[in-house]
């Protein structure tokens, strides 16, 4: 049992899946930090506000920290922004210059006599009636 669990820890999808959780984790860092250090006082400077997450409003005692929201949501904009822009747009364009479509099964023959294409399933050319040989 143990060789079976070894052997299902080192199969490739297994890691491949824990290295790409790893560079999530430190994308996010970088998103997070561009977002705090660049995104974040640019638009300061256009609003006033030095920093979104000290945002906030009361009602009835109750403090709604929408500030932080802010900064998230811009932090997943950008994330999502990077991901679709330079992971998905590229892979996109790769995968329909690289993969091919496979070639369908053809739907007819040509007549041998007539040369007009037949149905695989006719017996007979629709156009010189000839009777067809069967079809491979």
Not at 23 to 39: C, E
Not at 102 to 131: M, N, Q, W, Y
């Amino acid at each position: 049992m143990l060789n079976e669990f070894r052997r299902f820890l080192l199969r490739g999808n297994v890691v491949d899946l824990g290295i790409g959780i790893m560079m999530g984790i430190a994308f996010k860092s970088v998103i997070d930090s561009l977002v705090a250090d660049m995104m974040t006082p640019l638009i300061a400077a256009a609003g006033g506000q030095t920093d979104f997450s000290l945002l906030a409003f009361t009602v009835n005692g109750s403090t709604f920290g929408y500030g932080n929201f802010i900064n998230v949501m811009i932090a997943f904009l950008i994330a999502a922004a990077v991901v679709f822009f330079f992971i998905m747009t590229p892979m996109n364009h790769m995968v329909s210059r690289y993969m091919t479509e496979p070639t369908p099964e053809p739907a007819t023959r040509k007549c041998p006599f007539c040369i007009i294409d037949v149905p695989l399933a006719a017996t007979r050319c629709g156009h010189c009636t000839s009777e067809q040989p069967a079809a491979a």
